[in-house]
């Protein structure tokens, strides 16, 4: 699932908070709305009221002017003229308070203006005349007062038909801004209609686009739980927005997604864990070597669909491996690394050094190990797995595989091929012991069958003989002369010492299993002692019609055991008298500062090289020869004793011509 980001907004709280703040916006823009489509009414209407104001200031200018008629009309009676002037100029005052006031209310009227104007000098013209009236009545004929007093009627008229034109002017202009006010009545009733109607239109839309939204998304939710309810683990519910419910059905997916990565790994570990039965059930069924190699490379490379696979054993010496079963790769593959020195760098062996897994995961991991290019070239192998089989401290060998595709390797699969690894090895190690307790007891079920007759073969003549003599002493008739009672007693003798040495190389290979073996070190001349050793053996020499050709290096002197020195020499020469009856033997004796080599080569059916090794093992005999009697026990001690000594012993040899024995020991032993 792709990664999203969420926001915690409070989507149902911010989207009340848009629809409040919508609300207030409306409030504003309704205010200011109304506000200016009110505006011209508001205008004319105050224009109305001042109209009326300058109305009202014009009235009280025609009464105080009607009042300064009166006044000037009275001068005729020259009587209380102080009196009659007084009210004249109280009521020109007040004309002229009323005028002011009617001009400062005129604004930018300019008709209103001109016809004031037009008063206030009239006005002004009858204050002029009215006052030359009262300074000069007394000096004036009759007919020149009344000539002044019309003069001063007139400008009084002029003056009073100016202020009723400017009253007409001013209720004209009243009447049309009442009109103009009138035909506007609707308009903010219109714009309020309409801001409330686009209002009303944005709250539903909006409320219904939330409603849908949040229903989707529930809905959603639902579905998608009830998918999961049925156990569809895939389900993917839609997120729809960014918001709370949006984060919980980001959560409820990526915790379905969980369970379904949980079930998945479930079923990988019960599917693992079936075929790791199966293949603990195949391994317990395998006894030997090669059953448990085929059951490895088989259930192996069909449980992580390997393309080729190989099993290695390391070999008896622990210097190769030695492939034991391989599958998917071609004939001449098989064939080049059917055995691989421990020290050739490929991952089976690194894997084995270094006793853990090696993982290459695609073709350039494989340009470390340039000795398989040819190979994984060859049979285009991709990526491969290897993993050594150890059990305890102890690797017996490793296992490969081989895919055809660049491959990674989860942590699962990494553990579960260390698991088969480890079952594996553990079959393995127990099919060695069983191989290894088959074979111990094919060669103890030999021996018992060899020791028996070895042990018979010296006692059935000496009892024969013992017999012959009890009876012929029991009838007072002995008839051997001394010679032949001479020969009885000297072949008894030979058979009471093979018996002898028989039972003493038991005791031998008791004593070296149980570590009881020990060494009383002298100095010892070599030449002396082999010499001693061929003088001893001489009879037994010469009833095999033996020749000894010795070649012996003089004073060679070390520190031996000489007892068991002479126990090695008599069982070399022993072998060689019974497997080469009647043909010379060469021993000689080299001094090699700081060893000593002593050869003993016989002129036999010599031995095989599968078998060079394998003769000085426990009841191990050379079947070469046919009727070649013995324990297999001579060689086995002679090399323990060989060891004890610090030395080394081998042979060389080819079939048909022969075996050298070879026995190199230090002159001066360890203390």
């Not at 000489?562 to 009647?582: C, D, F, M, S, W």
Request: charged share 25%.
């Amino acid at each position: 699932m792709a990664a999203s980001k969420f926001v915690q907004t409070y989507s149902i709280i911010r989207r009340l908070k848009t629809v409040m703040f919508a609300i207030a916006v409306f409030f504003v823009i309704g205010f200011f709305g109304n506000y200016f489509a009110s505006q011209g009414s508001l205008k004319g209407l105050q224009e109305i009221n001042n109209s009326n104001a300058i109305q009202n200031h014009l009235s009280q200018a025609l009464e105080g002017l009607d009042s300064s008629i009166l006044s000037v009309e009275k001068v005729r009676s020259a009587k209380q003229l102080r009196d009659i002037q007084f009210a004249f100029d109280q009521s020109q005052l007040l004309v002229k308070k009323a005028m002011g006031q009617a001009l400062l209310h005129s604004g930018k009227n300019n008709r209103v203006l001109r016809y004031l104007n037009g008063a206030s000098q009239a006005i002004n013209n009858f204050e002029q005349s009215a006052e030359g009236i009262f300074d000069n009545h007394l000096y004036l004929a009759a007919d020149d007062l009344e000539g002044e007093l019309l003069v001063a009627r007139q400008f009084s008229l002029e003056a009073r038909e100016a202020l009723k034109d400017a009253q007409i002017s001013l209720r004209q202009s009243s009447n049309s801004l009442f009109a103009a006010i009138y035909q506007r009545r609707f308009i903010p009733l219109i714009v309020t209609i309409v801001l409330s109607i686009f209002f009303f239109t944005f709250v539903v839309t909006y409320g219904f686009s939330l409603a849908k939204k949040l229903g989707l998304s529930i809905g959603n939710l639902l579905r998608a739980t009830d998918y999961v309810s049925r156990g569809n683990l895939t389900y993917e519910a839609k997120i729809l927005e960014h918001d709370e419910l949006g984060n919980l059905t980001n959560a409820f997916n990526l915790m379905v997604e969980r369970l379904n990565r949980g079930r998945i790994e479930l079923d990988h570990s019960i599917d693992r864990i079936k075929r790791l039965q199966e293949i603990t059930a195949a391994f317990s069924e395998a006894l030997t070597v090669e059953q448990v190699c085929d059951v490895t490379v088989g259930i192996g490379m069909k449980a992580i669909g390997a393309r080729a696979g190989a099993v290695g054993i390391i070999s008896g010496e622990g210097t190769e491996l030695e492939l034991r079963k391989s599958e998917g790769l071609s004939a001449t593959v098989t064939q080049l690394w059917q055995s691989i020195p421990l020290d050739t760098r490929i991952p089976m062996t690194e894997a084995v050094g270094r006793h853990e897994a090696v993982f290459v995961e695609d073709r350039k991991g494989f340009d470390s190990y340039p000795a398989v290019l040819s190979t994984v070239e060859q049979e285009g192998i991709r990526s491969s797995v290897s993993l050594p089989l150890i059990v305890g401290n102890s690797c017996l060998g490793g296992v490969s595989f081989s895919f055809t595709t660049e491959r990674r390797f989860t942590q699962d699969e990494r553990d579960f091929l260390i698991a088969i690894a480890r079952q594996s090895a553990q079959a393995l190690h127990r099919s060695q012991l069983y191989d290894d307790a088959k074979i111990a007891i094919e060669s103890r079920d030999e021996f018992l069958s060899i020791a028996s007759h070895e042990l018979k073969t010296p006692l059935t003549p000496l009892k024969l003989q013992l017999q012959m003599l009890g009876r012929q002493i029991k009838k007072g008739e002995l008839t051997y002369r001394p010679e032949k009672l001479a020969s009885i007693v000297e072949s008894s003798d030979r058979q009471l010492s093979r018996l002898s040495r028989l039972v003493e190389d038991l005791l031998d290979v008791s004593r070296i299993t149980s570590g009881r073996l020990t060494l009383n070190l002298e100095r010892i001349d070599m030449e002396d002692l082999l010499r001693e050793v061929l003088s001893q053996y001489s009879h037994q020499l010469r009833d095999a019609l033996k020749v000894v050709e010795v070649t012996a290096d003089k004073n060679v002197v070390g520190e031996f055991d000489k007892v068991r020195l002479e126990q090695v020499l008599i069982n070399l020469l022993t072998n060689a008298a019974k497997y080469a009856p009647g043909k010379p033997i060469k021993v000689s004796l080299e001094n090699r500062d700081p060893m000593v080599r002593i050869c003993v080569r016989d002129q036999g059916p010599g031995v095989a090289p599968e078998n060079q090794k394998r003769i000085f093992d426990r009841f191990e005999r050379v079947r070469e020869t046919d009727n070649v009697g013995g324990l297999g026990l001579g060689l086995y001690i002679s090399q323990q004793i060989v060891k004890a000594h610090n030395g080394h012993i081998y042979v060389r040899s080819n079939p048909g011509h022969g075996a050298t024995f070879v026995v190199d020991l230090p002159l001066h032993q360890l203390q």
